[in-house]
């Protein structure tokens, strides 16, 4: 079974500051994606950036870039110009490449970070 | 807004009762997630159904039962409630049998007394 691991329970950075999260993972799977979740205070999920392993670049979207050593199964957050609004729970996941099978995602214990301004 | 509607937004119940949580998934998909977060746990995968099939099971209780009904919308059934029930409970949507991405709701509030 897959299982992700996000090993620091809080982080906080300074307003236009860049912090990074850390996520590892541990399959026998060679293909799959991975996942940044944003949980706010709200509690919504919301999709932040997303990895396909057999891709070699990392994803970005805007602030948001990620750092992908699939030989290290590590999969890490970097959020550049961090704004107040980025304050949330923060949570890693992976996924399978659908074959047939399930497409669920299993989730790290998440993260929280604080924007402090 | 993700297109997933959750009902109730929060349940209030006492230990030994039965609830049920509702989910609408997004126009168009095909599969439904639920999901448990709790603070000690996290989240949770609880089950997946697929176009009215169950397609995986995850850490779901036995007193925990769920359906899809045939307009796709599902269910998930909680009985014999216990204090550690209590948590947030999300449900997710997805086309399905494909590597599409999961949208999720807003999730329901249960709170066990």
């Known amino acids: 079974a897959q299982t992700v691991t996000q090993s620091q329970p809080e982080m906080s950075v300074q307003e236009a500051e860049t912090v990074t999260l850390s996520c590892t993972y541990d399959t026998s799977e060679s293909d799959y994606y991975l996942f940044w979740y944003k949980q706010p205070p709200s509690r919504q999920m919301i999709l932040v950036i997303r990895?396909?392993?057999?891709?070699?670049q990392n994803a970005t979207e805007n602030r948001f870039s990620v750092n992908f050593q699939k030989a290290a199964k590590s999969f890490s957050l970097k959020i550049s110009d961090s704004q107040l609004g980025d304050a949330a729970m923060y949570f890693c996941a992976y996924r399978s490449d659908f074959k047939g099978g399930s497409e669920k995602l299993v989730f790290g214990k998440g993260m929280k970070l604080t924007v402090n301004p | 807004d993700s297109g997933v509607t959750q009902t109730p937004k929060h349940l209030i119940t006492a230990t030994g009762q039965r609830v049920t949580l509702r989910c609408s998934p997004r126009?168009?998909?095909?599969?439904v997630y639920w999901y448990q977060q709790s603070l000690d746990q996290g989240l949770q995968f609880l089950i997946q159904y697929y176009n009215g099939e169950e397609r995986a099971k995850g850490n779901i209780l036995e007193r925990f039962s769920a359906q899809q009904f045939p307009d796709l919308h599902s269910e998930l059934n909680l009985s014999s409630l216990e204090l550690g029930d209590s948590a947030l409970y999300f449900c997710a949507s997805s086309v399905g049998n494909t590597n599409s991405p999961l949208h999720f709701g807003n999730g329901t509030r249960l709170t066990v007394t």
């Open positions: 990895q396909e392993a057999y891709k070699q």
């Open positions: 126009s168009g998909d095909l599969s």
